[in-house]
């Protein structure tokens, strides 16, 4: 099922979505990125026609859906926090939508227990949602969106109630749900793993606009402002001057630290480089990487099986990615010397 | 925690203990009062016609009152919960005021509208529906004071159920009535409930505003006025025993079913 969104706008509140457009593929996971605020679930809603737009146009597979009642969509939809129907069991929620289409009740009985065994539920036909994990929780709310074989489901911020394990595992199970159902995902989320390991494509969102659509190794790798950048990881961005530029490799000046980086561009911009693309090491290292550093180790941020190394470089401070076993390795601690060592492709100009 | 409240020996909370168990006493004691002056003749009283007409015209009354009110009342609570519109704020704000206007007052102003003189009243009266001294006038006066029991309560059952689990119902295939049928009324059930129970409640009670439209068919606070003015205090109690003790039982049953666990409604 393929998804246009065509100058969409709608004020709602103290909120405005602006002019949006949108071209989602049929078959394609799509993933809205955008942190907080940014108009992500307001648009999904507009999709699954919850609200009218002040103007603009939704197109699936081509038809205009935009006056359409949400009922007469044949969208799966998923919301936040799952909403599933708390006076109904796990097996009468799925079965919830096969009841509105008043399908027979034997016919019912089939699809609910196929659905609830291919999402691994069987076990927990009879529980209310109140007993289920956070986890099964959004199981069920797949299933019960999956069971009228909805051509388009929609996603909202479907993990970010699950602990870090469970997210793991979820995002995984959506992944296999996309390859074996082939159904078109938009999946709308703040979190930038999940879109780097989920998406085909995917559109960042700040403010109730659109700011940047390409698939995750464009958006992560070539952010198109300093806010994508920061918003998708990159942690060090500086001011910089190019100093000279010779056959694609220019040498900039930031603020007394020099590094190298590919682009043909000139004077004043911004560089970012992700700090997951810095190596550490306790020697100079003999490598193709054109950017060695040294610096001191200022400051690090545990934060669990990856360390955050803050590292001051002149005046400069570089923020580096390394998993903690490197960091007990070699012995890292406040005020020890290392090096930096990046490649001129890492580093990104804005 | 909750049970070891007096074990904090806090002056705040001790005072509080005492002036919460005055206030206890000062409902309670009247009512036991009541009840345990006259349990003798409770029954005598009960023998009497006029006694079980006068109670059994106060349910039956106050129930077509709370049936109106649900008919009407839920629908505007719903509209209410849900929905922005132009003079939403002073509607939801006066919806209370049937019950701060002395009840009295609320006959008169029933009595301007609906009664003989009245163009509505004789509008009404030419088909056949007069208030003055009929079932209908007891209905409307109770339906009237007691009413913002029934839209309030099913106003905040409504709000409590969270929005998008409609929009979720209706992403289902489930049209705005269906998805209103099957999810939220049953979520909001027991608001409704209480809020039904609260207007019956309150309709049986109603003396003001029944007695400007309609003296007659007695209901039983009318009644036991009348008893009280003609026959006096000791022969009004075991009628106000027994309104006591059926107010009270109604209360649990109703109570009692309003605690249940929901089950689906199709």
Known sequence: ?350 | MGEAWIAEKSPFIIASGILGLLMLIFLYLPIINTVIASPDRMISALMRPETRDAIFMSFYAALLATLITFAFGIPLAYILARFSFPGKSIIDASIDLPILIPHDAAGIALLLLFGPKAPLGRLLSGMGISFIDTLFGVVLAMTFVSAPFMIRSAEDAFKAVNPQMENVARSLGASRFRAFMHVTFPLAFRGILTGCLLTWARAISEFGAVIILANIPKTAPVYLYEVFINEGLTAAIPVTSLLIIMAVLIFMAVKAIATRPLKPVY
Not at chain 1, 21 to 40: S, V
Not at chain 1, 119 to 141: C, N, V, Y
Not at chain 1, 268 to 294: A, W
Request: aromatic fraction near 6%.
């Open chain 1, 1 to 350: 099922m393929e998804v246009k969104v065509e100058n969409l706008s709608k004020r709602w509140e103290n909120f405005s979505l602006c002019d949006v457009n949108l071209r989602i593929k049929d078959g394609e996971y799509f993933i809205i990125l955008g942190p907080t605020g940014a108009g992500k679930t307001l648009l999904l809603e507009l999709i699954a026609g919850f609200h009218k737009p002040d103007s603009g146009r939704i197109l699936i597979d081509g038809v205009d859906v935009t006056d359409l009642p949400p009922e007469r969509r044949g969208i799966g939809y998923v919301p936040q926090d799952y909403m599933l129907f708390p006076h109904m069991t796990v097996y009468e929620n799925v079965e919830f939508g096969l009841r509105m289409r008043a399908m027979p009740k034997n016919e019912r009985e089939r699809i609910v227990t196929e659905i609830l065994e291919f999402m691994g539920l069987t076990h927990l036909r009879d529980r209310l949602p109140m007993t289920l994990s956070g986890g099964e929780m959004q199981k069920t709310a797949i299933a019960r969106a999956l069971v009228l074989r909805p051509k388009l489901l929609l996603l909202d911020e479907p993990l970010s109630a699950l602990d870090a394990n469970t997210q793991r595992l979820m995002r995984d199970e959506l992944k296999r749900l996309h390859e074996e159902l082939k159904v078109t995902v938009i999946h709308v989320t703040h979190n930038q793993v999940e879109a780097y390991v989920l998406a085909d494509r995917l559109a960042v969102m700040r403010n109730g606009r659109i700011i940047q659509v390409g698939n995750p190794e464009e958006v992560f790798r070539r952010p198109k402002d300093t806010f994508i950048a920061r918003f998708v990881g990159f942690e060090n961005l500086f001011n910089a001057r190019i100093i000279e530029s010779r056959n694609g490799i220019a040498e900039f000046d930031l603020g007394g630290v020099r590094i190298e980086a590919v682009t043909d561009r000139t004077g004043e911009c911004i560089v970012g480089i992700r700090p997951d693309d810095i190596i550490v090491s306790r020697q100079p290292l003999r490598s193709s990487m054109r950017n060695t550093l040294k610096g001191r180790i200022s400051d690090f941020i545990d934060m669990g099986s990856l360390i955050s190394l803050i590292v001051n470089v002149k005046s400069v401070t570089f923020v580096a990615l390394i998993t903690k076993r490197s960091f007990l390795e070699m012995g890292l601690k406040r005020g020890l010397d290392v090096y930096l060592s990046f490649k001129a492709s890492a580093v990104h100009i804005i």
